[in-house]
């Protein structure tokens, strides 16, 4: 599927019966950051517990559209969705990272109760395709801010900004997707190595 982008300032359609009867344009639906294995390598009997409080996305991204950039101009790409608000399944991807690549730290969700003195914020600043011109291939951009937070104090143990960018191999929605993927992968990536380091502090 090439990618059309769809205003993302539209005008709100008049409810009638004409309107209710239109075939509304088919949607395909997309996901990103899933399937991560488990890694074999040393876990410490008794890893740092860091809390992972909500994380924060811009509204321009939040929800299940895509959005794509092009010089000032913001537009959603048209006819594709993520299955899952973006926001969710970023914070499902982060999670497995852990899970697959660190042995110093166990990341406690925000359902559980296991007490810690530990607190990670994840600041999203940019989840966006980036389009030099209208048609090129994009640039996946996304940006995050990291904060360890130590408690009961909430003082700032350390933060740090991360930002990763991957190039789409074209401009088709599938491999936009497929380079979202890959971002968000190698920003975790970062994420689970500074954690590491920073939770011991």
């Not at 090129?136 to 130590?150: D, E, G, Q, W």
Request: aromatic share 6%.
């Amino acid at each position: 599927m090439f990618v059309r982008l769809s205003a993302v300032t539209a005008a709100v359609a008049v409810l009638g019966g004409c309107s209710l009867l239109a075939t509304p344009d088919p949607v395909q639906l997309y996901r990103f950051g899933a399937g991560a294995e488990v890694g074999n390598g040393p876990v410490l009997a008794e890893p740092i517990q860091v809390a992972l409080r909500r994380i924060e996305f811009p509204d321009a991204s939040k929800g299940d559209r895509m959005l794509g950039i092009t010089g000032t101009e913001a537009a959603y790409i048209a006819g594709a969705r993520w299955v899952s608000p973006a926001e969710d399944l970023y914070a499902q991807s982060l999670q497995e990272s852990f899970l697959s690549q660190a042995s110093r730290v166990r990341l406690i969700g925000r359902r559980e109760l296991t007490p810690t003195t530990r607190t990670l914020d994840i600041d999203v600043r940019t989840f966006e395709a980036r389009y030099e011109q209208a048609g090129t291939a994009p640039l996946i951009v996304i940006s995050a801010t990291a904060r360890m937070l130590r408690l009961p104090e909430r003082t700032v143990v350390s933060e740090r900004t991360f930002t990763v960018s991957q190039p789409a191999s074209e401009n088709r929605v599938s491999s936009i997707v497929a380079a979202f993927d890959i971002a968000s992968r190698d920003l975790n990536t970062l994420i689970v190595d500074w954690t590491e380091v920073t939770a011991a502090r």
